[in-house]
């Protein structure tokens, strides 16, 4: 299969055409319940997470991000049971990870507002590549606190054990924060009505993946993980079922010189 490029068709159909094990890195976001419009176009779950299987390469990832619609006032609970397909056909769930959005849209209803969505980290095996980001600590450089230990030598004396230093970096922990909507991207992903931040798939992008890896987007929407995976030296694969999404990711990409 030719990559680098934007492929219209079912992801399923489209996916038959990839070798086994020749896919580094998917990033994705399904149409989830009924909380996205995509045209009216659906798609089989149970078949494109197999499939996603046999095309993701031992050590490879799978980044899943999906929410839960809520109805007659109960949420579905339609990522869990993804999640736990996704282990029944042979993927370690890696992490759970948390999508924050830090301007998320009020509603009216008798809960809390929903401001975060799951990014389900899903590996065949244990992954090959995990180039964690890294934070500044709160303490970084001082030394720990707190009571003196001590340790006995070999003539019967008690030293006192020398405090550590703590370190300047952290790895960043699995919640992660994004700024979205219209301030978010450029102007040709907005034609989109459901897009993740450009952030997003860059993070997951450098973490689990190198330059010149594979990354799949098998319902690319408005292309946002494709051009990422370009702008970072990564090839990508695309597929969108819906001509008039197909166009939106080719104009973003060739606005960019990335087509």
């Known amino acids: 299969?030719?990559?680098?490029?934007?492929?219209?068709?079912?992801?399923?159909?489209?996916?038959?055409?990839?070798?086994?094990?020749?896919?580094?890195?998917?990033?994705?976001?399904?149409?989830?319940?009924?909380?996205?419009?995509?045209?009216?176009?659906?798609?089989?779950?149970?078949?494109?997470?197999?499939?996603?299987?046999?095309?993701?390469?031992?050590?490879?990832?799978?980044?899943?991000?999906?929410?839960?619609?809520?109805?007659?006032?109960?949420?579905?609970?339609?990522?869990?049971?993804?999640a736990l397909y996704f282990k029944e056909i042979g993927f370690n769930l890696h992490d759970t990870m948390i999508y924050r959005k830090e301007n998320y849209v009020p509603l009216t209803h008798n809960r809390y507002e929903q401001e975060w969505e799951y990014m389900f980290i899903f590996s065949k095996g244990k992954p090959n590549t995990f180039n964690p980001i890294k934070i500044q600590t709160k303490w970084g450089g001082t030394e720990t606190w707190g009571k003196p230990s001590f340790y006995k030598t070999s003539d019967g004396n008690l030293t006192e054990k020398p405090r550590k230093k703590i370190g300047m970096y952290k790895i960043k922990g699995n919640i992660f924060a994004y700024q979205t909507g219209s301030k978010e991207g450029d102007k040709i992903a907005k034609k989109h009505p459901a897009r993740f931040?450009?952030?997003?798939?860059?993070?997951?992008?450098?973490?689990?993946?190198?330059?010149?890896?594979?990354?799949?987007?098998?319902?690319?929407?408005?292309?946002?993980?494709?051009k990422m995976a370009r702008l970072l030296n990564r090839d990508f694969v695309g597929i969108e079922i819906s001509e008039k999404y197909c166009k939106i990711a080719r104009e973003r990409l060739r606005q960019q010189i990335l087509l």
């Open 1 to 82: 299969m030719k990559l680098n490029r934007i492929i219209q068709g079912d992801c399923l159909e489209v996916m038959k055409e990839l070798l086994d094990n020749s896919v580094d890195l998917v990033i994705t976001s399904p149409p989830y319940d009924n909380l996205r419009d995509y045209n009216g176009y659906t798609f089989n779950f149970n078949g494109i997470a197999k499939e996603l299987f046999r095309i993701v390469k031992q050590g490879g990832v799978v980044v899943w991000v999906v929410g839960d619609a809520t109805v007659k006032g109960s949420e579905t609970g339609t990522s869990f049971k993804q």
């Open 197 to 226: 931040p450009e952030k997003l798939a860059e993070d997951h992008i450098l973490s689990w993946s190198n330059e010149g890896d594979l990354i799949l987007d098998p319902m690319c929407g408005s292309g946002t993980t494709c």
